[in-house]
């Protein structure tokens, strides 16, 4: 399953299917992105991130891809499991230095289906 | 594992009163952040802090807000004069200077109701 970035809020996939996550960045000088997870009630948690010198970035059953020149971001999600299912946010730095703010995304509402 | 932790878990309050949310960033982190979710909403930065000073904020955070290291240990945001539109999950996050990679580590969280 796929999202279209803020335009679809959320998305439904079956469990064991590969879930795709997307999101679109304003600003062009933001070198340093994020994804977080964000379960009900919880604060976001670190997925995985990216330095803008990269296009691609994998860890243990998510990668993220980086394409600077539409400024999209995405998260792939290989054999969604049911607690994968929570509100997922792309965040982005203007500088990779610690202190500066992270503007966050809309967010996208993964369900997985047993 | 080191995490963030928030007291109170929900604070409700009347329109008009103060209110201090409290923040113990994990311990060897040097910088301390305040973000703020309204329901159904993404999460906006409020301010970050280091070295004992603002280091950033936003337009968010005007006069009504003012936050402190009071001890070696908290981090507090306080909220002067509440207004209705306050009411919000507010979220502390820490990050560790040393790393390259700049992650922040975000609390659970407290929820804020301004009645």
């Known amino acids: 399953g796929e999202s279209v970035g803020l335009h679809l809020p959320t998305l439904s996939v079956q469990e064991g299917d590969n879930s795709i996550i997307n999101c679109a960045y304003s600003n062009s000088a933001s070198d340093y992105f994020i994804w977080y997870k964000q379960e009900s009630g919880k604060g976001p948690q670190f997925i995985i991130d990216i330095r803008s010198n990269m296009d691609k970035r994998q860890g243990q059953r998510v990668t993220v891809l980086l394409n600077k020149t539409v400024k999209h971001l995405s998260l792939q999600i290989a054999a969604t499991q049911p607690g994968d299912s929570a509100v997922y946010f792309c965040?982005?730095?203007?500088?990779?230095?610690?202190?500066?703010?992270?503007?966050f995304g809309e967010g996208t509402q993964l369900t997985v289906n047993p | 594992e080191p995490e963030v932790t928030q007291t109170p878990s929900h604070q409700v309050t009347q329109m008009g009163q103060e209110v201090i949310l409290r923040c113990v960033p994990i311990s060897n982190h040097l910088y301390f952040y305040w973000y703020r979710q309204i329901l159904g909403q993404k999460v906006e930065f409020l301010v970050s802090f280091y070295n004992n000073e603002i280091s950033e904020k936003s337009e968010i955070f005007d006069d009504q807000f003012s936050v402190e290291r009071p001890d070696g240990s908290n981090f507090t945001l306080k909220i002067r004069s509440t207004k209705l539109e306050d009411s919000a999950m507010y979220f502390c996050?820490?990050?560790?200077?040393?790393?390259?990679?700049?992650?922040?580590?975000f609390g659970q969280g407290t929820r804020l109701t301004v009645v």
């Open positions: 965040a982005e730095k203007e500088r990779e230095t610690s202190g500066s703010r992270l503007t």
């Open positions: 996050a820490s990050s560790d200077p040393g790393l390259s990679w700049t992650e922040a580590f």
